[in-house]
């Protein structure tokens, strides 16, 4: 079973609404990514979680908050986000970080108005 | 920054026919090596993945690795209007499992 679940599959917001992406594995998997993909463009990292622990944020701007409360749980809280923040929000798992294949969910298309 | 390169396509490909797609890096010091297969509007699925020289198959499916020229294809054999979408090369640029993707190159089966 190699499945990632991500909610909703959908969501529209507004500037000044207060949302969160949801994503959940039980592949025992100790990292996990949260990657942003516009239109026609390939992903691009936005964080990594490795044992629960934030290893690495790409100068993602602090509208965008990650969380993760447990081992199968990632979470992403958004604030007072921009039009240009629309894309689809993925999110990953691998077994460990390094050289290990990753798994992405279905996805988050965000759109912001 | 770490490169990947691809041709972005399309990719035109008879039904029954090879599709082959190259995929170029820059760090020589690169170890994994991944194709995702995308299709419109979903999300990224992982159909290879390499991380020794020569040859690797999985059904219709082929990767090569070389890793002194710095080159990683995919085959798609007897390909099928099914595997009309964008494929995405990966390569793995840091120790934190960050996927470093190249552009993707867009395949059209047609019948």
């Known amino acids: 079973d190699t499945e990632v679940t991500q909610t909703p599959k959908h969501l529209v917001m507004g500037m000044t609404n207060k949302k969160s992406l949801k994503c959940e594995q039980h592949?025992?998997?100790?990292?996990m990514y949260w990657y942003k993909q516009k239109a026609k463009k390939p992903p691009e990292l936005m964080f990594v979680?490795?044992?629960?622990?934030?290893?690495i944020n790409e100068s993602v701007p602090s509208r965008f908050s990650p969380e993760c409360p447990n081992s199968s749980l990632l979470n992403l809280h958004l604030h007072a986000l921009q039009p240009e923040d629309s894309a689809l929000y993925l999110c990953?798992?691998?077994?460990?970080?390094?050289?290990?294949?990753?798994?992405f969910g279905q996805g988050t298309r965000l759109t912001v108005v | 920054q770490k490169e990947v390169e691809q041709n972005s396509g399309p990719l035109s490909v008879p039904e029954g026919a090879i599709a082959s797609l190259n995929c170029t890096y820059s760090?020589?010091?690169?170890?994994?090596f991944f194709w995702y297969r995308q299709y419109s509007g979903k999300s990224p699925e992982l159909i290879m993945f390499i991380y020794s020289n020569g040859d690797k198959e999985d059904g219709r499916f082929t990767a090569q690795l070389n890793k002194a020229s710095q080159y990683v294809s995919l085959l798609i054999r007897d390909s099928q209007p099914s595997d009309s979408a964008t494929y995405l090369c990966?390569?793995?640029?840091?120790?934190?499992?960050?996927?470093?993707f190249g552009a993707g190159t867009q395949v059209v089966v047609t019948p």
């Open positions: 760090d020589r010091g690169s170890q994994s």
């Open positions: 592949m025992g998997h100790r990292a």
């Open positions: 990953a798992s691998s077994r460990t970080t390094g050289n290990t294949e990753a798994f």
């Open positions: 979680y490795s044992y629960e622990k934030l290893s």
């Open positions: 990966a390569v793995i640029a840091d120790s934190w499992g960050k996927l470093q």
